[in-house]
């Protein structure tokens, strides 16, 4: 701990500072968009969220799915507001809330996005905002110290958005990692025209699009379903929208329109893009290339090396009791065409050769007071997908009850599983959930996901299965302050490739237990000043071999406290002591970042993380916002992997932007 000293000094003068003075802080983004993943990216779910902070969105004219787009937002209370504005516009928020009736804590979130304004004030006039973002880690990593990478160390990033009015937009966007030659390495743009018949929108250029649950095409938002596990049934938000997220995967390149009229609601889209791909002797596509990192020669010779066309259409029938009824069509061709897969994979997957056919029915509404949703895929003709599930509210009670069935040799790239990912995909489970708010401070959330994969996918060549518990209770105790508990634990069948003296222990199947406990607490000292303590620790261990391999734990411990110090300037800093024994007790932390950056590092090893984000603000029109942040290891000498590592224990990183709206 003899690393940890120096940073004491630091810590503490950041408890003195932060007392100056008060303002309101931004909402809690952590209770909605937590996820277990280490990523760090600039996510349309966030950055629609960021400009509903700045101009709220009107809930007398927001469409069904931009109100459910909110994380938090009841999907029933949307189906009654939506019906009751046929009858009667809302005058003001608090209206709003006793129609939808929801508790305090979860209103203040949702206030902060909502607005209510009269029928005759329409969004008027020309508007334009750029961002410019730039970032960079400080030591070298090896790409760059043996001359791999042949780029600039920077990461760039700039977006430009332009409006008039209701009527019409646009947005570009270039970004550039670290070491890519180009400032303008992925590079997409899009516009929308609302047209004047039918409530029509065409969206052009680079778009996201947003058909069911992940079944056909994913959604492309960045939404923690592992903090929130009610938004399983949440439905997608709008269908298409032009594409404004540094991922450089899972976006259209072509054209769509979207129409309503009536109680039908129709849909036609077109898409041609080269993705990045690796071929096989032949020619063909053996696999996509998904990370867009295009540094070394090996990684530029993966660029544009496939071209993915699609063409697709959905109409959708409002039947009465507001349930709607989709059906959506999907025509996929790769150019090249699709390698067989290798001998000891599942040999008639099918998504092979240069085309497939998807088709989808879903229907979802409130019938006889239960929210329903059901989807339903099928490729080439052959069962693909099903989900289904139930949602009940009464009073201060819901029950959620889903259920999820990927059939053995279903494929699709676009599609997603549960948990977010492709090695997701091919499972069969369920998964319930109760929530109880008995007070407007007061919540407790049970949850469990049995999940099973009982044949080989893809990715993951052996059978496997999970059963996973969460309990999490929220509280306030007194003004300013309050506490939070969760529990998770999940047991896996899976393999491990650990070395041990018996041959059957490193080429079998073993039961798996990992347990999680957090303790969160949270303290206001005035308005605008927060204080927040954490600690949080996991436990490993292997069910059938507590001989050959003992119990691995990991814990976490950080101090948080922010606030703004002056009228324009807001500070955030956050210090974090952690250790864990191996990658299975492996720890997250969300971490608050610069506007339009979702944050989740993970902690691994034994170390100390430090971060500090402010935020000034001299005007309306301008807003400069920068990250300082470190990782210090205790027990490495190098940090990463690849070309990626870094020959040092420490890692600092700098991002600094400038956000200009006119």
């Not at 993951?460 to 059963?467: A, E, I």
Request: proline residues 6%.
């Amino acid at each position: 701990m003899r690393h940890f000293v120096p940073w004491l000094p630091i810590l503490i003068a950041l408890l003195l500072f932060g007392s100056l003075s008060a303002q309101t802080l931004p909402p809690d983004w952590e209770r909605f968009l937590e996820t277990e993943s280490d990523f760090s990216e600039s996510s349309q779910l966030l950055e629609q969220l960021q400009e509903w902070l700045e101009r709220p969105l009107d809930l007398n004219r927001a469409t069904l799915e931009e109100m459910l787009l909110i994380p938090g937002f009841p999907v029933a209370g949307a189906y009654r507001l939506v019906w009751r504005r046929r009858a009667r516009s809302f005058r003001t928020l608090e209206e709003v809330r006793s129609f939808l009736q929801v508790d305090g804590r979860l209103w203040n979130w949702i206030s902060h996005f909502v607005t209510v304004r009269p029928p005759s004030r329409r969004v008027r006039g020309f508007r334009f905002g750029a961002r410019v973002r730039a970032g960079k880690i400080l030591e070298k990593s090896r790409g760059f110290a043996a001359g791999a990478f042949s780029g600039s160390p920077i990461k760039l990033y700039q977006r430009f958005r332009a409006a008039n009015g209701r009527r019409f937009s646009a947005v570009w966007l270039a970004e550039k990692d670290p070491g890519e030659r180009s400032w303008r390495d992925h590079a997409v743009g899009g516009m929308v025209w609302r047209l004047p018949f039918w409530n029509a929108r065409l969206v052009m250029g680079d778009y996201a699009a947003n058909i069911g649950r992940g079944l056909m095409l994913a959604p492309p938002y960045a939404a923690g379903g592992f903090a929130d596990p009610f938004s399983v049934l949440r439905p997608p938000g709008l269908p298409f929208r032009p594409y404004a997220s540094t991922c450089e995967a899972g976006y259209q390149r072509g054209a769509a329109l979207h129409a309503r009229t009536g109680l039908w609601e129709l849909a036609v889209w077109f898409s041609s893009r080269r993705e990045d791909a690796t071929l096989t002797a032949s020619g063909q596509v053996r696999g996509f290339y998904t990370s867009g990192l295009h540094r070394t020669q090996r990684e530029r010779a993966k660029m544009g090396r496939a071209r993915v066309k699609m063409a697709g259409a959905y109409l959708n029938r409002l039947l009465p009791q507001n349930v709607q009824l989709r059906i959506a069509a999907l025509r996929v061709r790769f150019s090249p065409p699709l390698a067989k897969r290798a001998p000891d994979r599942p040999p008639n997957w099918l998504l092979q050769g240069g085309r497939s056919t998807y088709w989808e029915a879903s229907l979802r509404g409130v019938l006889l007071r239960f929210y329903c949703f059901a989807e339903a895929v099928w490729q080439n003709a052959k069962p693909g997908a099903l989900q289904a599930g139930l949602l009940r509210r009464k009073k201060d009670f819901q029950w959620l009850l889903f259920y999820r069935n990927y059939r053995p040799f279903y494929d699709s790239p676009f599609a997603v599983g549960l948990s977010g990912g492709s090695a997701a995909r091919n499972e069969q489970g369920w998964k319930t959930a109760w929530r109880w708010t008995p007070s407007s401070g007061t919540e407790w959330i049970l949850a469990a996901d049995l999940m099973r994969t009982p044949w080989r996918t893809y990715s993951l060549p052996l059978p496997q299965s999970r059963t996973q518990m969460y309990a999490q209770f929220r509280t306030r105790i007194a003004p300013g302050y309050s506490l939070f508990l969760r529990y998770t634990c999940s047991w896996k069948q899976e393999q491990t490739n650990l070395s041990a003296p018996s041959a059957a222990f490193r080429s079998g199947r073993f039961p798996v237990q990992v347990e999680k406990f957090r303790l969160h607490q949270d303290i206001h000292l005035r308005p605008g000043i927060k204080l927040a303590a954490r600690f949080e620790m996991s436990r490993c261990r292997w069910s059938e071999i507590q001989r050959e391999r003992p119990v691995t734990r990991g814990w976490l411990l950080y101090w948080e406290i922010g606030g703004r110090i002056a009228r324009s300037l807001q500070l955030t800093a956050r210090m974090t002591f952690f250790e864990t024994q191996d990658y299975r007790t492996r720890l997250y932390q969300f971490e608050p970042s610069v506007p339009g950056i979702l944050t989740s590092t993970l902690l691994y090893g034994r170390g100390v993380r430090f971060f500090a984000v402010f935020r000034f603000q001299p005007g309306r029109r301008l807003k400069l916002s920068g990250k300082y942040s470190s990782f210090r290891y205790e027990n490495r000498t190098a940090i990463g992997s690849g070309w990626d590592e870094i020959l040092s224990p420490v890692k600092h990183e700098i991002l600094l932007q400038l956000d200009v709206n006119l």
